[in-house]
């Protein structure tokens, strides 16, 4: 197993980049820089570099604290190297800190050794063995963050114990590698409630389990995948922000472009007392940033 100096020889975390306030209650994920979205994925096949620049950019301007880099299910292409090409060009032109994600631990493998700065966080890991043995280890090697899906290689629980009992195999192995709690990011998993209408319900009960069993430990949430397939997506993402939020969770990706969107969360920072003197809200009023339209659609 190489040394956390190996990495840093091989170009990973060569570079002091924008360092996460460990003073915020909650990160802000941008999520729009996915090969499932096809202008994404066109610019990814075609190495177009001011469309990745300009998406990492406006992402940036519109609050992300940090941004989802995904270059997986291109056919025919090489997912190792279009996540290595995609993580340069976006540290060419923005300066916060990177989720690297992808479901194939070699991809991520590979990645890390072009990755520079720090912050990092891996997504992600699931309860399956193969997953655990090949990626807590590197977590816990680059000391950096990482994301514990609440599934195994049998697929997704429906229920909430079944999640939660996926997130228990994590965090044992977790912590026998040495990795710290506050580096682990469970995510409940955000299944779209046009094809189960309960579950929204599942996410969020697994939620509060989840914060209520390991409190030691992160949550992490990705608020797009709840509404998709539905009619006025928004609505149903903002209202769904806004729920997971009273809980309290210490990541969330989401489309930060969609204004509405954004003013929800900042309505509910303020409701939730992370927003000291509302300062922050008041800011993105002056600075019209709580209007009625989205800026960008995703």
């Keep these: 197993m190489r040394s956390e100096g190996d990495f840093l020889q091989a170009g990973a975390y060569n570079r002091k ?5 460990k003073k915020e209650p909650m990160i802000i994920i941008g999520e729009s820089l996915n090969a499932t979205v096809p202008a994404v994925k066109k610019a990814i096949e075609t190495h177009n570099e001011i469309f990745i620049k300009s998406l990492a950019k ?4 519109c609050g992300a604290m940090m941004l989802d880099v995904n ?3 291109l056919s025919g292409g090489n997912e190792g190297e279009n996540l290595s090409w995609l993580i340069k060009t976006v540290q060419s032109a923005v300066e916060v800190p990177l989720v690297l994600d992808s479901a194939n631990p070699k991809t991520l ?3 890390v050794k072009v990755y520079q700065g720090s912050d990092l966080i891996l997504s992600s890991v699931t309860a399956e063995k193969e997953s655990l043995d090949k990626l807590l280890p590197l977590a816990a090697e680059l000391n950096c963050g990482i994301v514990g899906l609440c599934m195994n290689e049998k697929g997704i629980p429906d229920n909430p114990e079944g999640r939660v009992a996926m997130a228990e195999i994590i965090i044992e192995r977790a912590v026998l590698e040495g990795i710290k709690p ?3 990011y469970l995510d409940p998993l955000v299944m779209t409630v046009s094809v189960d209408w309960r579950a929204g319900k599942v996410t969020i ?7 209520k069993r390991f409190s030691q430990f992160k949550t992490f949430t990705i608020v797009g995948n709840i509404a998709f397939g539905m009619p006025m997506r928004s609505l149903v993402n903002r209202t769904f922000l806004a729920m997971i939020m009273g809980f309290g969770t210490d990541a969330v990706m989401l489309n930060v472009r969609d204004q509405e969107l954004m003013s929800t969360l900042a309505a509910s920072s303020v409701l939730n007392a992370e927003d000291e003197y509302c300062r922050k809200y008041i800011k993105a009023f002056r600075s019209g940033k709580l209007g009625k339209k989205a800026l960008d659609s995703k």
Excluded: C, S
């Design 17 to 21: 980049l924008y360092n996460i306030d």
């Design 58 to 61: 406006r992402q940036v301007e």
């Design 71 to 73: 270059a997986g299910g």
């Design 109 to 111: 493998h590979k990645a």
């Design 182 to 184: 506050d580096a682990l």
């Design 205 to 211: 009960d697994t939620h509060r389990m989840l914060r």
